[in-house]
């Protein structure tokens, strides 16, 4: 039995000449309309398996047209087409259920690569019970919130379309980007990871666009940017709520045009890079604040994507420490086998603010500091123990904002060297806001990237 057609649905004649030709080319069957209405009556009688829809019809709203076709044949991919002036229409078209979309112009490749993707994964035998994963490109956990995020990734992988990746710190936002890439057409190109909350602002357009040699003082030589270096491949753009508003602008023209104008440039250059982007904060209150570009924040949030943070993920966190454990004592060359019962119970009691990378961190200073077989709760650090006391006393160890209330107990302190106290009041501060780095530098009165060298520093000291 032979496939059925993909149905094209656009008004203007010679466009619908011009992706007729080229679908065809390709070896596809093909059914046109140049309306809504004859885009229906043909959608009920081929059931393709594809449409590709211009969203602009005569007749009748695109999207409109996609929710009824969608409500007769859920299992349809629709690849929607749209100008410029309307990527807000796009991104509403994703959330509305399409699988794809293409903002003219856009060459023959990447029509092509945008049907073929989608008949693929139309393709995909459906009424079968998902696999459970446990483990999926470096995450480790198999609650359903993860669930959801895996299956999420292993969609999105095969588009281009941008991602947005929200989550509180530690929650693995890094970890999601790389595994889109992984999973993706282009994960034999570079994946290029930028975090805007850890470079000075004067220093940032350089660092995602380049410079020529001698565009400001101190550009002694050229310098390739963050998206010319993932060209072909990925680029990833953390804290992206930290980014000064006049970048914003640049980066909008970017992620519109694919051209970078590197800082002392002439002229622009193309650059083939899909985006994804992330943030610990709330974009919408970012953007309600002023403080983010309100169409850059649409052009982004295509497909977004949320890191359930570890208190809701059950116990994941056991699976976690476990894996975590069990690494580090290979590494270290200790005999840890596991956790003991009352730590396994304890760590389900905990709110772990720092979600997963609080949870490595603790494990790492287990191992480094003891020996097995099975780590008990005389072996982890204090500041757990305090959250633990804290809460089995009826006190919340996260609310506790008054400036007044010291940050831990003076028991904890003394005893410890400055460095330990300093890393402690850090990491504690960090865990009261949220897990924000940026806020938290803001109470002690440092810079953000100040507190991300001091962390990259303890990771290093601890690691040898």
């Known amino acids: 039995m032979s496939a059925p057609p993909i149905l094209l649905i656009e008004d203007t004649p010679s466009l619908q000449l011009v992706y007729d030709a080229i679908i065809r080319g390709a070896g596809h069957k093909v059914t046109c309309a140049d309306t809504a209405d004859n885009g229906l009556a043909a959608f009920k009688r081929e059931k393709p398996r594809v449409v590709v829809l211009d969203l602009m019809l005569p007749d009748r709203d695109g999207l409109d047209l996609m929710r009824e076709c969608l409500e007769l044949a859920p299992e349809a991919r629709f690849v929607v087409i749209t100008a410029n002036g309307s990527i807000n229409r796009a991104v509403e078209a994703m959330r509305v259920g ?18 073929d993707n989608a008949l693929r994964d139309q393709a995909r035998p459906t009424g079968e019970t998902p696999e459970v994963l446990s483990d999926f490109r470096g995450f480790i956990g198999s609650s359903e919130a993860m669930q959801d995020v895996y299956r999420r990734i292993q969609s999105v992988s095969r588009s281009m379309a941008t991602v947005f990746i929200t989550g509180e710190s530690g929650t693995g936002k ?12 282009r994960a034999e190109k570079p994946f290029v990871p930028l975090n805007c909350g850890a470079i000075p602002s004067d220093l940032l357009e350089s660092e995602v666009f380049g410079h020529l040699r001698g565009s400001f003082t101190g550009a002694i030589a050229d310098k390739i940017g963050a998206a010319a270096a993932a060209d072909g491949g990925t680029l990833f753009l953390d804290e992206i709520c930290e980014m000064d508003l006049n970048l914003q602008t640049k980066l909008l023209r970017f992620l519109q045009t694919s051209t ?5 440039a002439t002229r622009a250059r193309k650059v083939n890079a899909r985006i994804i982007c992330a943030t610990n904060r709330n974009p919408l209150e970012e953007v309600r604040k002023g403080r983010f570009r309100e169409d850059l924040y649409y052009r982004l949030q295509v497909v977004p994507i949320h890191l359930p943070p570890l208190r809701e993920r059950g116990d ?14 290979n590494e270290e060359g200790r005999s840890f086998k596991g956790l003991s019962p009352e730590v396994e119970q304890l760590f389900r009691t905990l709110p772990w603010p720092g979600n997963v990378r609080q949870v490595i961190n603790v494990m790492r200073n287990v191992v480094v500091l003891n020996d097995g077989p099975m780590v008990t709760q005389t072996m982890l650090p204090l500041e757990i123990l305090h959250h633990h006391e804290a809460m089995t006393s009826g006190e919340d160890p996260l609310a506790a904002n008054s400036p007044n209330k010291p940050v831990v107990s003076l028991d904890g ?37 100040t507190i991300y060298r001091k962390r990259e520093s303890w990771m290093k000291d601890a690691a040898e």
Do not use: N
């Open 98 to 115: 399409a699988y794809e979309f293409l903002v003219k112009p856009f060459d023959e490749g990447r029509f092509l690569a945008a049907i």
């Open 260 to 264: 970078i104008q590197p800082v002392g």
């Open 413 to 449: 302190l003394v005893g410890r060297t400055m460095a330990e106290i300093e890393r402690m009041v850090i990491e504690e501060t960090i865990a009261r806001h949220g897990g924000s780095v940026p806020k938290a530098a803001r109470v002690l009165d440092l810079s953000p990237s």
């Open 174 to 185: 890094e970890v999601c980007a790389q595994a889109v890439h992984d999973s993706s057409t």
């Open 316 to 329: 994941d966190v056991i699976s976690i420490a476990r894996h975590a454990v069990q690494t580090f004592s």
